[in-house]
Nanobody, 127 residues
Framework: QVQLVESGGGLVQAGGSLRLSCEASVRTLSTYTMGWFRQAPGKEREFVAAISTFGGRLYYADSLKGRFTISRDNAKNTVYLQIDSLKPEDTAVYYC????????????????????WGQGTQVTVSS
């Protein structure tokens, strides 16, 4: 069973940046598609970004393109989410998720596809 631990969240002013990290306890991270989701208070968990096994394919929510960058370092078993030009509406708990690559197909935006989740890291953006 994959265990995921997010870090890097915090309180930041609007316009600032954060880099979230997700460390996976797995022998071979390169067999997993990895995703980031977020959940704001009172809202459903929404897709943010996903990355294929070796980083060759990147996927972003249309509304977030340009400010979010997902990347991975399989040697370090870590996935990253860089967030620039933060806005108050980015305030949410950010979750890392994983799924074996052969299971995801084109459903990388569907949270129900992912079968391992981290505990989340809080990002709060002040105006």
């Amino acid at each position: 069973q994959v265990q995921l631990v997010e870090s890097g969240g915090g309180l930041v002013q609007a316009g600032g940046s954060l880099r979230l990290s997700c460390e996976a306890s797995v022998r071979t991270l390169s067999t997993y598609t990895m995703g980031w989701f977020r959940q704001a208070p009172g809202k459903e968990r929404e897709f943010v970004a996903a990355i294929s096994t070796f980083g060759g394919r990147l996927y972003y929510a249309d509304s977030l393109k340009g400010r979010f960058t997902i990347s991975r370092d399989n040697a370090k078993n870590t996935v990253y989410l860089q967030i620039d030009s933060l806005k108050p509406e980015d305030t949410a708990v950010y979750y890392c998720a994983s799924v074996r690559d052969y299971r995801v197909g084109t459903n990388y935006m569907n949270r129900n596809v992912y079968n391992a989740w981290g505990q989340g890291t809080q990002v709060t953006v002040s105006s």
